[in-house]
Every structure is written in C-alpha cells, then in structure tokens.
C-alpha cells in the first residue's frame, strides 16, 4: 500500500511524500512508481538543454522509517512502549559499566521516544483540527493531561542521569531530548491554541492549552532552552538550533543510502567485448595485409592506420549502442538502503529519460489532458515530458531491527524535486494588457503564470493507481498546488 502526498517545500521545491508498507514478514515487499512531469515547450526544458545530471542534482532523496502511531495513553501505560523502554534504558546506563552498546541504546530510546510523540502530537493535533468543534472536548483536556504526564515522568529521570558519575556526552543526550519534547509540546500546543481561536472557542475552554504553553514556556527559561528574549518566529540563532536538534532526534529514523551505477558490470564487460572485437578486426587486417604487400611497405602503412580507424570506430559504435538500448534493460543507479548498523533493509532504482506524448501509455494520455483549460489543451500548448521511474524493494529480515519497534511497519520516501533552473525562460511575472470597459480602454496588470502537470503511477499490491497535480509558479516561484480529481479507471 502506497500514501501518497504533494506540497510545497519551498518557494522553488516540490515535495513528494510517499510512504510505503512492509507488507509481508517473510518475502519482499516491491513498488513501482513512475513519475510524469509535464512541461511547457516555453521553458527550453528538453534532452539537449536538460541532462541527466542536471536533473538529479534538482532532485534530493530522503529515506527514513515511519514513526510508529501511538496514542499518548499507550506512550504512558505499554510496557513495550517507547517512554518505559526509555526508563529502563536510563536505569541500566546508571547501574551498569558504560559500555558504546548501553551508550548508543540509551541515546536510540531518547530518539525514539521523541520521534513518536512528535508523530503521535501531531496525529492528534490534526483530528482536532478535523473536528470542527467550537469549544474544548473531554478528549482535549485529556490529551493536556496525558502530555503533561509524559513530559514529567520524562523529567524525573533527569536528576537521575545529571547525579550519576556519566561523562557530560551522555548527560548532555537526555538534556537534548527535553528541550526537543518541550518545543513540539509547545508548537503543537500554539497550534490548537490558534485553532481554537480561530473559529472562536469559549475563552473559558481556552485556559487549558494557556496554561499549559505558560507552564512549559516557565520551565523553558529555568533550563534556559531559548537562545535569546526574541519573538521565536523571528530569532535567526533560536530557529538554527531548533532546526539542528530536530535533526539530531530525527536521525534515529533515517536510512543510509549507498548508491551505484546500475548495470555497471556489465556496462564495463561490453566495453571490453567491443575492444576486443575492434582489435580482432584491426589485427586481421593487418595480418592479411602484411602477408599481402609486406613489412615496411607504403600499402601497409596505410592499411595499419585505416585499420586502427576503423577499429576506434567499431569500438565507439558498440558502446553508444549498449548505452542507447540500456535504458530498456537498466536503471540509472541502484540504491542500497541500510541501517545505522549497515544491515541491508532495501534497494531502490532510480531511471530518468525524456518521453514523448505518443509513447505514454492510455491511461496517462488520459489522466493528462482531463481538466485542461482547453479541449486540446496538450496539442496547443506543447510539452516536453520527463519521466522519473523508480524500484522500491523492502526486505524484511533486518527491517527495524536495530529500533527494537513491534509497530515499525513502513518507510517513508520523501523526494524534493527542485524547479529553479525551470524558470530561466519565464517572461516577468506581471504582465499588462487591454481591455475596453464602459466604452474606454483601460490597462491592467495580471499575473503571468505556468502550468507544470504531474502525473503519478503506483504499481502496488493491490494494482495500478494515478494521481495528478498541477504546479502553478511564475518567475518568482511556486504560487500553489492543485490537485485534479481523476475518474476510475
């Protein structure tokens, strides 16, 4: 089963987040997806101006575990969970003899438990938001109370680790885990606080979350957490750290990539093989021919350098051939995706090429042109169409392993795909015209935009499905993303 999701990263990124599931225990779990982007012939984006290098420089990769979903009374209660994992792992790094092992176990339960909470926050967050209600429920209040609850049991292991004869790297891992629990507790809590405002919740319902940021915001100055008095949207120092922690915690859920030219083998071995038949060809020659005329004579000196001609020939013809047709039979590069401790969990391929209109399969002609401003909207306009095909393979011996997570059960590939050299052609993003009202003509200025389509293929367990969206940006950036509903094919 694939999640599938598009937005906006930033002014000239688009972010697609797919989340794929480790359906079975015992055999591979394998996607397809093939990824369509649609371009104006405007643009000068095509195989000549835009190369595969060039592409995949715009295009960054980020493979991590999903975080387990818990509800915030089963981070509490379960044994198995990750703040009474995190207590136990706090006890033995106290009792025992500090060993890399207890050291890496002890900062992996840190991680973890604020990698799910933040994942369990911000679930919760947004089925309040879904709800609609106008003023505070049961379950609101409750869910202050539980938070609270995590955030002290968390707190009473500090005095714990600070008293203990650790060195200060460990000491300072638990310190870094609070003030990262502080900060989503607080971002989050800002959030319904906005939310509930918004739609215009009783004042009296709204003490509870108050409160709750007033308390955190308190102990956040005795632990001296923020860099600086600012406004925290605006401090340059507090945001960097911010960002820096949130990838320490984040860490314990990325994968590595070891990443190799697919087809590379045998790429090198057909290289060899059109040497060797480009030498066959030019020793032959020069064996008959010497036979023929004889050593040291005008005629086979000629026939050498003729002979070695051809033979660079032939090389460079068989090599440009096994290139041309290797897209049919490899990808551009295999991707291992490992663990921490280097234990393989996946492989990914990854293949980028330009497609033309006719070749793409029924079903994306169609997906395509739904929707568009005009009935021939493709054929007007003109497009160039990149197609950005990948492999996905989850293994599942080693998956999750070393996180010691019985609800670990899928990865999350987050791929940005970055459009700055797109708008190199773009005309300015405001432009003037004409138009006759009440008898006058009059100028007005409109804004000046393209369209860059995305068309989506999901090969999955369950069969094929489409998405599409269509990018909306000018000169100065992406402006929004539309989804286009498709029929059921």
Not at 125 to 149: H, P, T
């Amino acid at each position: 089963m694939i999640e599938d999701s598009v937005k906006i990263h930033d002014n000239f990124s688009l972010e697609i987040k797919s989340i794929y599931e480790n359906i079975s225990k015992k055999k591979k779990t394998k996607y397809d997806t093939i990824t369509y982007l649609f371009i104006p012939n405007g643009l000068n984006i095509n195989n000549q101006t835009y190369s595969s290098s060039k592409f995949y420089n715009d295009v960054k990769v980020y493979i991590r575990y999903n975080a387990s979903e818990y509800l915030l009374e089963e981070i509490i209660n379960l044994k198995t969970g990750p703040l009474n994992l995190f207590k136990k792992s706090a006890k033995r790094i106290v009792k025992e003899k500090l060993s890399k092992k207890n050291r890496l176990d002890f900062e992996s339960k840190v991680k973890m438990l604020g990698a799910i909470l933040n994942n369990s926050l911000k679930l919760k967050a947004q089925y309040f938001k879904s709800q609609k209600q106008s003023d505070l429920q049961l379950s609101d209040q409750d869910f202050f109370i539980q938070l609270k609850e995590i955030l002290q049991i968390y707190r009473t292991q500090i005095p714990l680790i600070e008293n203990s004869i650790l060195d200060e790297n460990v000491k300072n891992i638990i310190k870094l885990g609070d003030e990262y629990l502080s900060n989503i507790s607080n971002y989050y809590a800002i959030q319904l606080l906005e939310h509930y405002k918004k739609i215009s919740a009783e004042k009296s319902g709204l003490k509870i979350i108050i409160q709750f940021i007033k308390e955190e915001q308190d102990y956040r100055k005795t632990q001296n957490f923020d860099a600086s008095r600012d406004d925290d949207y605006y401090d340059e120092v507090l945001l960097h750290k911010r960002s820096q922690l949130k990838k320490y915690i984040d860490g314990v859920l990325f994968l590595n990539r070891d990443i190799r030219k697919d087809g590379a083998f045998v790429e090198q071995s057909v290289f060899a093989i059109a040497a060797g038949l480009a030498m066959i060809f030019s020793t032959g020659i020069a064996f008959y021919y010497q036979q023929v005329y004889g050593n040291f004579t005008l005629p086979f000196f000629i026939t050498l350098v003729v002979g070695y001609m051809f033979k660079d020939r032939i090389k460079s013809f068989i090599g440009q051939l096994f290139i041309s047709k290797a897209n049919s039979f490899f990808y551009d590069y295999k991707i291992k995706i490992k663990d921490h401790e280097n234990n393989l969990i996946g492989t990914t391929k990854e293949n980028f090429t330009f497609v033309p209109f006719e070749k793409l399969g029924p079903k994306v002609k169609k997906n395509r042109v739904k929707n568009g401003y005009l009935d021939s909207d493709y054929d007007f306009y003109g497009e160039q169409i990149i197609q950005y095909k990948r492999k996905i393979e989850i293994y599942p011996k080693k998956f999750g392993q070393e996180i010691s997570d019985n609800r670990l059960k899928s990865l999350v590939d987050i791929t940005r795909i970055n459009f700055y050299q797109f708008i190199a052609q773009m005309d300015d993003p405001k432009k003037s015209y004409s138009m006759l009202k009440k008898g006058k003509i009059i100028s007005r200025v409109g804004n000046k935009i393209y369209h860059i389509n995305v068309v989506q293929k999901f090969y999955t367990e369950k069969g094929i499905e489409f998405k599409r969206y269509r990018v909306i940006m000018n000169r100065k950036g992406i402006k929004r993303i539309e989804t286009i509903e498709l029929d059921k094919l």
